[in-house]
């Protein structure tokens, strides 16, 4: 999953204070292999104005009982750039038992984090 600075903040909380640091998570996640800033937007069609800042890739472990949809990323219109990103990437969208809900079905690897250039 690409998270923001802000959620990373919000995971290291969580885990400072004895929680979950999966409430931190987002609503979408993808397999498709993310090395860059630039996959985040032309591969996941994310504009900035969803997710800005510095980013992050992080792995994590679903367990069963989370309600999903699977499909393509479609193309995404970037208000601020002015431009259309493409999109075509795998997307997850949790749907039930989201992180924020239920984080005790999301478990986050750490040790998985890396700054996206």
Do not use: C
Not at 3 to 9: D, K, T, V
Not at 60 to 69: E, I, L, Q, S
Not at 79 to 99: E, T
């Amino acid at each position: 999953m690409t998270i923001n600075e802000s959620q990373l903040l919000g995971m290291r909380a969580e885990m400072k204070d004895g929680g979950n640091p999966s409430s931190a998570l987002g609503g979408w996640a993808t397999d498709t292999p993310i090395k860059s800033i630039a996959d985040v937007r032309n591969k996941l069609g994310v504009p900035e104005e969803f997710k800005g800042g510095k980013l992050f890739q992080i792995e994590f472990t679903v367990k069963p009982g989370v309600g999903t949809r699977e499909g393509a990323v479609a193309d995404m219109w970037d208000a601020l750039d002015g431009v259309r990103l493409p999109g075509g990437g795998h997307q997850v969208n949790f749907m039930d038992k989201s992180p924020r809900t239920n984080p005790e079905l999301y478990e986050v690897n750490m040790k998985s984090l890396r700054s996206l250039e």
